[in-house]
């Protein structure tokens, strides 16, 4: 029943990011607006699907670390000069990662070491990015010391003018 109302609200948080979003990521620069709905599908992707719990996700609660940061090389995100993000940011991850708890915290976040908080997730997200040829986002999920995933993915637009986060490119790395 859990699946089912994460599914759902992903579907409802996938339409209401539909209905942001004008700009097209293969020719053009992203609004402000496409830009807060290519961060919320990106959380939903890495938190409630590509988790490395098989599509299942067994968080409670998600701290989102409150700055977007930019992607290396390496599938790592830097949060030096990075954009905090503001309030339409924040609700419209929330609306993407519901039933679950939502809190966003500094990059200064304290985890939990080898024993962490059952249920809990920490999430980092870098800014939209293109090459030219596509763009991607970067994002990391920290559930213990042997439990993380993180890595780019491809976004593009869905059949229905939604933001799409697609396959995994570039460096992925998994505890």
């Not at 996938?14 to 004008?22: F, S």
Request: hydrophobic content about 45%; aromatic content about 6%; glycine content about 12%.
């Amino acid at each position: 029943m859990r699946t089912f109302a994460r599914l759902t609200a992903a579907i409802l948080a996938g339409l209401l990011l539909a209905a942001c979003g004008e700009g097209d990521p293969a020719g053009s620069d992203t609004t402000a607006t496409d830009r807060t709905a290519i961060l919320a599908a990106a959380a939903a992707k890495r938190v409630l699907f590509d988790n490395s719990f098989g599509g299942e996700a067994p968080f409670v609660t998600v701290d989102v670390v409150e700055v977007v940061g930019r992607a290396d090389e390496g599938g790592s995100i830097l949060f030096d000069g990075g954009v905090v993000l503001d309030a339409a940011d924040k609700e419209v991850i929330t609306a993407a990662l519901a039933p679950l708890t939502v809190r966003f915290v500094p990059t200064t976040i304290t985890v939990d070491g080898p024993t962490p908080t059952p249920g809990r997730a920490v999430l980092s997200l870098s800014e939209p990015v293109t090459d030219s040829e596509m763009w991607t986002i970067t994002t990391g999920l920290w559930c213990g010391d042997l439990c993380a995933i993180g890595g780019a993915n491809e976004i593009s637009h869905g059949s229905e003018g939604e933001w799409v986060i697609g396959a995994p490119v570039g460096p992925q790395w998994i505890a």
